[in-house]
């Protein structure tokens, strides 16, 4: 709650904007204002095959909906090949194509996902619902890199507290739910996938089998990726980009009685000589092991849809720069983390309220070091860790309630946790405590959020608005991390243990409207952030890193404001021919005014699809504005605007009852040379790329 006497002091960074934010913000909830009597929306995102998706008002009156984009990546075990442009995709450029996200990158391999322009720290990111923790400290390995869209069927991407359910959070959630085939009878199924893609000779192949019967099912896949590296516009290779990846996957069911049922997963996925262009390190090896068995019951006396899973993970990352020439000494920094969780879950109807009951936990270990070897070998390596053995436990309940009023419905929310983080490696808590003398080993969170969605409907407008507050605890890096190098600014990072919690207020609206032909929609959302975690300089702190700049500690900020606002549009010129378009503007500021780190510029996007029997075409488009609100202190400069085309057509043929299946296209057609305000150190994005993928499925 927020006391009176410090309204004034909520309110400062919305006054100080400039007169065009104002004129934004005035637009928008003006708009909110004159729609107040519609009801909400549920975006459903789906991965089609342009840059910027639609939205479709998901409507059902005795249900309340989630505002979440959802990513079709492979429905009833089909890739969506009329849909996305490059069916074969990685998993990075599925999720490019949700509005509310954007993708970090460092390479060409394992892209950083952000939600209203926030990083991994301040996200839910889960796999079926597993939290797994990423074990490099440099971000090279995020929890969307150790799955494929060849097991996916869907991804949730959930903004602000609409993300609680999956953990504490302050700017939303992503889900990447597995594909499982479910019960079915006498079903049989085998798929074979190709692709190749021209312009950094990538290889992709990979089969499935699918078994099902009333009582059983079994799901099985394997993907292999392989690729040299790219070339930017106008045909400059980009070195170190290439990578190799393999993924295995197995999943299955037993129907125990008509009421309950028994399901396990297992993923095995390795990525290997890795390379990242941006960054002063390559990878080695990059490893995910992740398994779960869960038990589900329809009923439960008064509860429905109880389900209950237990799950563990571990994930081994290793840097190295043996591959790289010249460099000023060598190192290897290797790390670990590792995870065992569970959630249990009900539903519970009384009346016009629908609510769900989740408790869950998590106990995670990260470990990361580094040696360096120095070039005059009458000199011993040098040793340090850079994540001290922290061990993470957390524990926390949510509620959630969905009422009915008519056409009006109201969700609230809420999350309470508990967190204990613990040093348990001696020589790393003495080696923070030089920085924290007073330092303890152990230290207890509280952690909480509470939210409120209010949406109606009235004729073919719809409305949503919403407010949440919500608390973070500092990352491994941010509260425990020793001298982790940043390549963007340059800089050494030390955590900071004596950090207080960060703290999300979010206002978010959305207004869209529903015809025949056509779909617009307007969302947005304000999040104002008391004591916001970013890293600030320390003087006096010598560099560990040959040719640092500095040195920067974790610090709590005032605050600061993010604000993000969207535009969709689609319009079906015919029943075969359909246009998706839009257009996303973001501002991020602290307390001094000084802008955040990647926060993304004017975007936008579109695309024309036809869809005719068993062909398919499909011309996008996608760019963004010259970077305007950028901050050097944090490594960045100006981008420069963009815009690049793809084009894409697709043919399905049936050969003996099966499906065969081929398309291809061009993506960046003109071969444009540009670099995003989220390529880490303006590494240049691909040129001119003809990607094929065939594909046969029996049964």
């Not at 967190?419 to 080696?431: E, H, I, R, W, Y």
Request: negative net charge; contains cysteine.
């Amino acid at each position: 709650m927020i006391p009176i006497k410090d309204l004034k002091g909520f309110l400062c960074p919305f006054l100080r904007v400039s007169f065009q934010q104002k004129l934004y913000l005035t637009l928008f909830f003006s708009a909110l204002y004159l729609s107040s009597y519609g009801q909400e929306k549920k975006p459903n995102i789906c991965a089609a095959s342009c840059a910027m998706k639609c939205v479709e008002v998901c409507m059902d009156s005795t249900k309340i909906q989630r505002l979440s984009e959802v990513i079709v990546v492979a429905p009833k075990k089909k890739l969506t090949y009329q849909r996305q442009s490059k069916p074969l995709s990685s998993v990075d450029e599925y999720l490019e194509k949700a509005q509310q996200i954007t993708m970090i990158k460092r390479g060409a391999y394992a892209w950083e996902p952000n939600v209203n322009n926030m990083a991994t720290e301040r996200l839910s990111v889960t796999i079926d619902g597993m939290r797994i923790f990423a074990a490099c400290t440099d971000k090279m390995d995020p929890i969307t890199s150790y799955v494929d869209v060849s097991n996916l069927s869907k991804v949730t991407v959930s903004s602000g507290q609409e993300g609680s359910e999956q953990g504490n959070c302050v700017g939303g959630a992503i889900d990447l739910e597995l594909d499982k085939t479910g019960f079915k009878e006498d079903y049989l199924r085998v798929s074979i996938e190709d692709g190749f893609e021209s312009n950094n000779e990538q290889k992709i192949v990979g089969a499935d089998i699918n078994f099902s019967d009333e009582k059983f099912y079994v799901d099985a896949d394997i993907i292999y990726r392989d690729a040299e590296n790219y070339s930017a516009g106008g045909g400059e290779e980009v070195l170190y980009s290439q990578f190799t990846k393999y993924n295995l996957s197995f999943n299955g069911g037993l129907l125990l009685n008509e009421n309950s049922k028994l399901s396990a997963t297992f993923i095995f996925d390795e990525a290997r000589d890795v390379g990242y262009p941006a960054l002063p390190m390559d990878v080695s090896l990059a490893r995910g092991i992740i398994g779960s068995v869960a038990y589900e019951q329809v009923s439960l006396g008064p509860l429905t849809n109880w389900a209950t899973k237990l799950y563990a993970n571990s994930i081994t990352h290793i840097m190295d720069d043996s591959q790289r020439p010249d460099v000023p000494i060598r190192m290897d920094m290797p790390g670990w983390s590792d995870t065992y969780g569970f959630y249990s879950q009900a539903s519970l109807k009384k009346e016009k309220h629908q609510f769900l009951f989740k408790a869950d936990g998590f106990y995670n270990r990260s470990l990361a070091e580094m040696t360096m070897y120095p070039n005059d070998p009458s000199q011993s390596p040098m040793f340090m860790l850079t994540w001290p053995d922290v061990r993470t436990l957390n524990t926390g309940i949510y509620v959630e309630d969905n009422i009915a009023f008519g056409k009006a419905k109201l969700k609230l929310a809420t999350r309470l946790s508990y967190q204990n983080n613990f040093v348990a490696d001696d020589f790393g808590l003495n080696s923070l405590q030089i920085f924290y003398p007073e330092m303890e080993a152990s230290q207890n969170r509280f952690l909480s959020s509470v939210s409120l969605l209010y949406s109606k409907k009235v004729k073919s407008f719809d409305v949503s608005v919403g407010a949440s507050y919500a608390t973070r605890a500092p990352s491994v890096s941010e509260g425990f991390g020793f001298y982790l190098f940043n390549s963007s600014d340059n800089h050494d990072y030390i955590g900071n243990p004596e950090l207080n919690n960060e703290q999300a207020i979010e206002f978010n609206g959305a207004v869209s409207y529903k015809s025949k032909k056509l779909k617009i929609g307007v969302s947005g959302n304000v999040f104002r952030m008391p004591n916001y975690i970013i890293g600030e300089v320390e003087q006096g702190l010598s560099t560990m890193t040959i040719g640092a700049d500095g040195v920067k500690i974790y610090r709590n900020l005032n605050d600061a404001t993010i604000s993000n606002l969207y535009l969709n549009t689609e319009y079906k010129i015919n029943k075969h021919l359909k246009w998706n378009g839009g257009i996303s503007y973001h501002r991020g500021i602290d307390s001094d005014d000084r802008n955040l780190p990647f926060i993304s510029p004017v975007a936008y996007g579109g695309a024309l699809s036809y869809h005719k029997s068993t062909f398919t075409a499909g011309l996008e488009m996608q760019g963004a504005t010259k970077q305007v609100n950028f901050n050097p202190i944090f490594g960045e400069n100006q981008t420069d605007a963009y815009t690049v085309f793809g084009i894409s057509m697709g043919k399905t043929f049936l050969i003996s009852k099966n499906t065969f299946y081929v398309k291809a296209g061009v993506q960046n057609i003109f071969d444009t040379f540009y670099s995003t305000y989220a390529d880490w150190n303006n590494i240049p994005r691909i040129g001119r790329n003809i990607h094929f993928t065939l594909s046969y499925k029996i049964g």
